[in-house]
């Protein structure tokens, strides 16, 4: 294998969603999620930081109430330049980003283009960090693994899902976690795909159906099972709806739950998910997507 072929995304490094409640949003963000509001960026998005980054997401009063666009992280220019080379021949249409792109971001350089799903993909380095203002949560947690693992992970809507695997591990370089094959609703099953890009087990699951929302979920892993718990306790108290309750999944062993967001789709919540090593890991499948619990609400 070649070293340019080697290259891939190191890590998913923020999310951009368009809102339409920013109240709703920052109130959820802060008070249940845990999440920092860290002020705004040049183009106008409210910040929420988890980590030492400047920036994990940017809420944009827009009113998609979806997601707007994705952030993946590589090292340095050279990982830079060798994927834009590869997103091109690869007939995909690439733009180097403007200052005010960048400026807007808080990163040295990065390129965009669209996935085959049509969702925006920012691929970045240099990222702004401010160990100087520690990350403080509005609430009692422990706080969030992040670090080389990223931001946590997606599920995404691709109607056609040979072009966006093409995308996303030939062209970025995903490597296949495994694969879920459940039933959601009666007659009604998804063949769900995992991948990942470092030692977090997915960053992207690709789920092949035509949704309203491109976003079905993000993830968020906190550093406690206690703060997973009382969340969810929170979570009822608030009376804000429950996706599916508390269990455990059968790929990555996480144990979480899901929460509507203001803009409708979920986040899941959760704590303990293992790690791949790419030298010993073995691509597997499952027909059920817990080993027990998530129990669908109604």
């Known amino acids: 294998m070649s070293q340019q072929s080697d290259v891939k995304i190191g890590s998913f490094g923020y999310l951009g969603i368009g809102v339409s409640d920013m109240a709703a949003w920052k109130d959820f963000a802060a008070n249940v999620l845990g999440l920092m509001v860290a002020g705004e960026s040049s183009d106008g998005a409210t910040l929420l930081r988890m980590d030492e980054m400047s920036r994990r997401f940017m809420l944009y ?7 707007t666009f ?10 830079l330049d060798t994927i834009e080379d590869r997103l091109a021949k690869g007939d995909v249409e690439v733009t180097r980003a403007s200052d005010e792109e960048k400026k807007a971001r808080a990163v040295v350089d990065m390129i965009h283009c669209k996935d085959p799903s049509g969702v925006r993909i920012e691929i970045f380095y240099g990222p702004k960090v401010e160990f100087e203002k ?3 949560s509005a609430r009692p947690i422990s706080g969030f693994l992040t670090g080389a693992q990223g931001l946590g992970h997606t599920v995404l809507s ?8 093409n995308f996303y591990e030939n062209l970025l370089g995903f490597l296949i976690s495994d694969y879920i094959t459940m039933e959601v609703a009666p007659k009604f099953s998804l063949n769900l795909v995992f991948m990942h890009c470092n030692p977090r087990h997915h960053t992207l699951a690709l789920a ?7 976003l079905f979920h993000f993830m968020l892993q906190l550093n406690s099972l206690d703060d997973v718990g009382a969340t969810h306790d929170l979570v009822k108290s608030r009376g804000i709806k429950l996706s599916m309750d508390l269990g455990k999944h059968t790929n990555d062993h996480m144990v979480s739950f899901y929460m509507k967001t203001p803009s409708g789709f979920d986040v899941e919540y959760g704590w303990g998910a293992r790690v791949i090593d790419d030298a010993t890991w073995h691509v597997t499948q499952h027909n059920s997507g817990s080993v027990w619990g998530h129990k669908r609400a109604g």
Do not use: L, N
């Open 61 to 67: 009063p827009t009113g998609e109430d979806d997601v």
């Open 70 to 79: 994705y952030g993946y992280e590589v090292a340095g220019r050279a990982q």
């Open 134 to 136: 520690p990350f403080h």
């Open 158 to 165: 691709a109607p056609d899902i040979k072009a966006s695997r």
């Open 208 to 214: 092949p159906v035509k949704t309203p929302k491109k």
